[in-house]
């Protein structure tokens, strides 16, 4: 599956082909791998710069923690952590992604020149999608919901199914939507596992073709399985990311963008070919 999908300018993002790598950018006081690292201006610029060097497709701008017990902040103290930093990376020429679920902030934000938002409730606000279709911009929607006792890949598709719903009812083009089963939210040790060995079932949905990205980078699910602090987890991400791609995953989500876009170039050269551009 390929698909180009239109961002800011006139430029486009092609879907399908190489392996995308969203470089993770936090510009956060609190997130549970590297908050307050990248909290001024120069220093979230100097790392979206090096992620760039090193291979990041996209750089994803993340300015509240998602992280289990965060404390919710304002629309307002979020735009104010982006205002300043998301011109001076748009400056640096990837597509820039919004990790935010207020839609007052993904419109604010994409005003300025960001090109994706990636919407960690996965659209259930409809003024997302509202926000989405205004400025006709990719959307990456999360499965974020409690799962049921019964199979957690149908519950994930499930929840798909009312987003696809939610978004042609609204007017939103589907093809906008690349979907993330939301490891490590509202799932336990074994929903996440279950997943991650599943995901070639959420390839297609109800015949539809939709993008695929996964966000595994040092989440819980690797620190259970291999017992490994925070700091310890790139080579088990590195190794999430490769099986991922091997089912079917179109653009993997990392801190650690060195390491891991050197795996993905190489798998992609295993399994694709040597024309994967």
């Known amino acids: 599956m390929k698909k180009i999908f239109k961002l800011n300018g006139g430029r486009n993002l092609k ?3 190489k392996t995308l790598v969203m470089g993770i950018l936090n510009v956060t006081p609190d997130s549970f791998s ?3 690292k990248y909290f001024s201006v120069e220093a979230a610029t100097a790392h ?3 992620m760039i060097e090193y291979g990041a497709d996209i750089i994803d701008i993340g300015a509240e923690s998602t992280r289990p017990n965060a404390i919710p902040i304002s629309a307002e103290e979020e735009f104010a952590r982006l205002e300043k930093i998301v011109p001076a990376v748009k400056n640096l020429g990837v597509p820039i992604s919004i990790d935010t679920y207020k839609p007052e902030v993904a419109s604010r934000v ?3 020149g960001a090109d994706i938002i990636n919407d960690v409730h996965g659209l259930e606000d409809v003024r997302m999608i509202d926000v989405a279709k205004k400025f006709n911009a990719p959307v990456v929607a999360m499965h974020n919901e409690k799962c049921s006792d019964a199979d957690i890949v149908e519950d994930v598709k499930k929840f798909f199914r009312r987003t696809v ?3 042609l009812e609204h007017g939103l083009d589907t093809t ?3 979907f993330d089963p939301g490891i490590g939210f509202g799932k336990t040790y074994s929903d996440d596992l279950t997943i991650l060995r599943r995901l070639r079932e959420l390839r297609i949905l109800d015949e539809r073709r939709i993008p695929l990205l996964i966000s595994v980078s040092r989440k819980r699910v690797i620190g259970r399985a291999t017992r490994l602090s925070l700091d310890q987890r790139d080579e088990a ?3 999430l990311c490769v099986d991922a791609i091997t089912k079917g995953v179109n653009i993997v989500r990392v801190h650690n963008v060195k390491m891991i876009s050197r795996m993905c170039l ?3 050269r295993l399994i694709k070919g040597d024309r994967v551009a």
């Open 15 to 17: 879907v399908g082909g």
């Open 34 to 36: 590297d908050g307050g």
């Open 48 to 50: 979206a710069a090096q």
């Open 110 to 112: 994409l005003q300025m």
């Open 165 to 167: 719903k939610n978004c």
């Open 176 to 178: 906008q939507i690349i």
């Open 237 to 239: 991400t590195g190794a």
């Open 266 to 268: 190489m798998i992609d």
